[in-house]
């Protein structure tokens, strides 16, 4: 799967959390759907996933 092809995936995967969810806040969607997650360390206890390939990130959702 391409960087593209993941990154779309993605967005229709946060499409359909903010249509079944629509009292999340989107944060809430993006812990939810799996694509940021509590860490010791980072802003926040969010790890920095700045060069995170989308296609890890795709995987990362898939686990959860």
């Known amino acids: 799967m ?3 092809e993941a990154n779309r995936e993605i967005v229709r ?3 359909n959390w903010v249509e079944i969810y ?3 806040r989107f944060s809430q ?3 939810g ?3 940021v997650k509590d860490h ?3 802003i926040n ?3 920095d996933d700045f060069y995170l390939e989308s296609t890890e990130l ?3 959702m898939d686990d959860e």
């Open 22 to 24: 629509p009292d999340l």
């Open 58 to 60: 795709l995987k990362r």
């Open 13 to 15: 995967r946060l499409s």
């Open 45 to 47: 206890g969010w790890a």
């Open 33 to 35: 759907a799996g694509v």
């Open 40 to 42: 010791p360390v980072g």
């Open 29 to 31: 969607v993006l812990y």
């Open 2 to 4: 391409t960087r593209q």
